[in-house]
């Protein structure tokens, strides 16, 4: 059971917007920013978004991150077929002696 | 170019130990917090341990508090998972990954390719 909950799937047409959220509580997203990761099938994670809505040089501005309160988003607009991976959000959790967290990851699939 | 490469992985019976490397180059190895990340197989990511840039400051996971030890050679720019009493809930993808600053609570910005790590009789 992950800390932060993130629906299994989603999916979305080609040109489609598509959103993923992530909840939390106030001892992680709450209190801390939160960070995405896109994770291609067979590959190794990569950073999308971090401090809840920057971009990495390099990513697509088809890709934003937002947050409130406890929860956060990742939009994807003008979906891609090379869009179809899993997506995991991450936050830093204070309680106890602090740990790093992540959501179970969402599985996109581009129809 | 920034890269890490993972070695150390392998095929170990429960309750035996193996020792994890991460090789670092194409940045300032010092300057960054480092962490170890594991992906069982068709699961999640699970954060299990970070260092600062120092090793002033350390954390793990419950999940491996007391078996595992992370540890870092900013001399030789790498890293090190040293992992006892193995058991099968262990087998997993295990990431090298760097921080965004010296800070582990700053997050992870890049990651290695992984190693696997299977435990098992």
């Known amino acids: 059971q992950s800390v932060l909950t993130q629906s299994p799937s989603a999916s979305g047409t080609p040109g489609q917007r598509v959103t993923i959220s992530c909840s939390g509580s106030s001892s992680n997203i709450g209190s801390n920013t939160v960070n995405w990761y896109q994770q291609l099938p067979g590959t190794a994670p990569k950073l999308l978004i971090y401090?809840?809505?920057q971009r990495p040089s390099g990513v697509p501005d088809r890709f934003s991150g937002s947050k409130s309160g406890t929860s956060a988003s990742l939009a994807i607009s003008g979906l891609q077929s090379e869009d179809e991976a899993d997506y995991y959000c991450a936050a830093w959790d204070d309680s106890l002696n602090g740990n790093w967290v992540f959501g179970g990851g969402t599985k996109l699939t581009v129809l | 170019e920034v890269q890490l490469v993972e070695s150390g992985g392998g095929l170990v019976q429960p309750g035996r130990s193996l020792r994890l490397s991460c090789a670092a180059s194409g940045f300032t190895f010092d300057d960054y917090a480092m962490h170890w990340v594991r992906q069982a197989p068709g699961k999640g990511l699970e954060w299990i341990s970070g260092i600062s840039w120092n090793s002033g400051y350390i954390d793990y996971a419950d999940s491996v508090k007391g078996r595992f030890t992370i540890s870092r050679d900013n001399a030789k720019n790498s890293l090190y998972l040293q992992m006892n009493s193995l058991r099968p809930e262990d087998t997993a993808f295990y990431y090298c990954?760097?921080?965004?600053?010296?800070?582990?609570?700053?997050?992870?910005?890049?990651w290695g390719q992984g190693t696997m790590v299977t435990v098992s009789s």
């Open positions: 990954a760097r921080g965004f600053t010296i800070f582990v609570r700053d997050g992870i910005d890049m």
């Open positions: 401090s809840n809505i």
